[in-house]
């Protein structure tokens, strides 16, 4: 058994008026919003002026950072130059201190060639001259770390003698220097020439 379907009712709510009527209540119309389409209206209109504030405002920064990078590379193209300029000159005037001190070493050895050159030139004044000329070089040497080798009596070291000749010598222990040819020279710890030096053997026995 099907049940019966209740009217509806599509009409409005009704409001019964103190006499009793039904009076029909209509619905309120929708507000309207011209404030929010103005609104609207005055963000599209300033928005062209804004983005035209910002892009000149990025163009500004573009500028300044591009003049910033201009000058830094100016800069670092000047220091290059100027350290190819300082570098230059060192290896050019590197010995510029030791020529300045060699020159009084040459100085005195045209006094004693002159002197030399006088019949009555007194020998032992110019011997004198001459060892002083001689400590005075060494000096210079010296304070330029130029060290002689100079090995005499001491045992013979590949490192910094190179052997000329071996003598039989009885009266020194084999493999001694007993005489140097040319005296060797170190600068600074490192070897510039080796001396040249004659080194001691054993004597032969008999019959060899």
Do not use: C
């Not at 009704?14 to 039904?22: E, L, M, N, R, S």
């Not at 300029?85 to 300045?100: I, M, T």
């Not at 045209?110 to 000096?139: C, F, P, Y």
């Not at 009596?153 to 010598?169: C, I, K, N, S, V």
């Amino acid at each position: 058994m099907q049940k019966e379907q209740q009217p509806v009712d599509n009409e409005l709510p009704v409001d019964k008026q103190a006499t009793g009527t039904p009076t029909r209540v209509s619905p309120e119309p929708a507000e309207s919003e011209p404030a929010v389409a103005d609104g609207n209206a005055a963000e599209i209109a300033e928005s062209p002026k804004q983005l035209t504030a910002l892009l000149e405002d990025a163009r500004n920064k573009a500028d300044e950072n591009w003049n910033k990078l201009l000058r830094a590379r100016a800069e670092l193209e000047n220091l290059k130059k100027r350290q190819e300029r300082e570098l230059e000159n060192a290896h050019k005037f590197a010995l510029d201190s030791f020529v300045r001190e060699l020159l009084q070493v040459r100085d005195s050895l045209e006094l004693g060639h002159d002197a030399s050159q006088d019949a009555s030139a007194d020998v032992v004044k110019l011997r004198e001259g001459t060892e002083l000329t001689l400590k005075l070089l060494s000096d210079v040497m010296n304070k330029f770390g130029v060290q002689q080798i100079d090995p005499e009596g001491e045992p013979f070291d590949p490192d910094y003698h190179q052997a000329m000749t071996l003598q039989p010598r009885a009266d020194v222990p084999p493999n001694t220097v007993v005489n140097v040819v040319q005296k060797g020279y170190l600068l600074n710890g490192r070897l510039v020439r080796p001396a040249l030096v004659m080194v001691s053997r054993a004597p032969d026995g008999p019959g060899q």
